[in-house]
């Protein structure tokens, strides 16, 4: 094996790693949207409380409350116009006409077709179950290049091979057990994918048909084609479920926002309306500092829904930007 393959065998190790997760990964991708955003808002009313105890934030002015809760006010009612955008994106996506639905379900339908040919038996309907099926397919692939090969090329031209379908098929136990621990939402599967999308598989495989193409036998090309073959079928459903893991995403992120929304102008507008009635006077001192940090972070909570969302959005975007056969380093940590 070539130093080349054997640092492209080392990045996509630690990238398959990666997919495991620490507490980054967690935070950014692996957590639940909302109680990332909880935990960001209860770090947030920690940190406001401490300051109005140590008396950086005044509580007695009514001037500069009703200002900030009048800021609240105006700021989340912007909200609406990024749930309106949110909607009307996956709008643009789902009004189609009947003939381009048809079209792309045949492209679906062939797509599913090449992959039960491939396995030899009807594919599940379930998106764990079914990215499972195509890293069995790879894998089995890649373990009859090793049986052909053993058979039909001569021992010092059968090591490179056989270091590529070790390789191969230690790759594949490891995302399999990876997919046997995930759960069976869209989000769950897709995140196993999101490491590398075997560009530099693919390319080792064709340095090995450009060094020995004109000495290894037909089966054997064959059979490096059918593995090359497997590799983009798992891209393909990395960039689908990608597809339908960003508009349920999308949908998820518009209802919470409206929800979060307008609790946060409920509350605004409540403390907006007991500063400019009765004044900071009539109001004890012990009750606005128990009230306004928790009403200070309620009026965030959208903002921290926002970004939450957001964040792993960004990352699933990026770490599946590119398509084979390229791929990019940011894919590849």
Not at 65 to 79: A, E, M
Not at 233 to 248: C, H
């Amino acid at each position: 094996m070539s130093d080349a393959d054997g640092e492209a065998d080392a990045r996509e190790d630690r990238s398959s790693a990666r997919s495991t997760g620490g507490w980054a990964e967690w935070f950014l991708l692996g957590g639940n949207r909302l109680l990332i955003a909880a935990l960001g808002v209860l770090l947030f009313l920690v940190a406001v409380a401490s300051l109005e105890r140590s008396g950086l934030i005044p509580l007695d002015e009514v001037g500069g409350l009703t200002y900030l809760f009048g800021g609240f006010v105006s700021g989340n009612l912007t909200l609406v116009t990024v749930v309106v955008s949110i909607n009307q994106l996956l709008l643009s996506r789902e009004l189609q006409e009947p003939g381009e639905l048809r079209s792309q379900m045949d492209d679906v339908v062939d797509y599913r077709r090449d992959v039960e040919e491939a396995a030899g038996h009807v594919a599940p309907v379930e998106p764990l179950e079914f990215l499972r099926m195509l890293f069995d397919n790879t894998q089995q692939e890649a373990q009859r290049l090793g049986g052909v090969t053993a058979d039909t090329v001569e021992t010092e031209r059968r090591e490179e091979i056989d270091d590529l379908v070790a390789s191969v098929t230690e790759q594949m136990d490891r995302v399999d057990g990876l997919l046997e621990r995930s759960g069976t939402g869209t989000f769950e599967v897709l995140s196993v994918t999101l490491t590398t999308n075997y560009a530099r598989k693919i390319n080792r495989i064709r340095r090995i048909r450009s060094r020995h193409g004109d000495e290894l036998p037909q089966p054997v090309m064959d059979s490096l084609d059918r593995l090359v073959d497997r590799f983009q079928d798992v891209d393909v459903a990395r960039q689908y479920f990608k597809g339908i893991y960003l508009q349920e995403e999308l949908s998820s992120l518009s209802r919470v926002l409206l929800y979060t929304g307008a609790l946060a102008e409920a509350v605004a507008a409540v403390l907006l309306l007991s500063f400019t009635g009765s004044g900071i006077s009539s109001i004890a001192r012990q009750t606005l500092s128990a009230v306004v940090p928790v009403a200070v972070a309620v009026c965030f909570l959208p903002l921290a829904v926002l970004a939450s969302f957001v964040v792993r959005t960004a990352i699933v975007t990026q770490r599946t930007t590119t398509t084979l056969p390229f791929t990019t380093p940011e894919q590849e940590q």
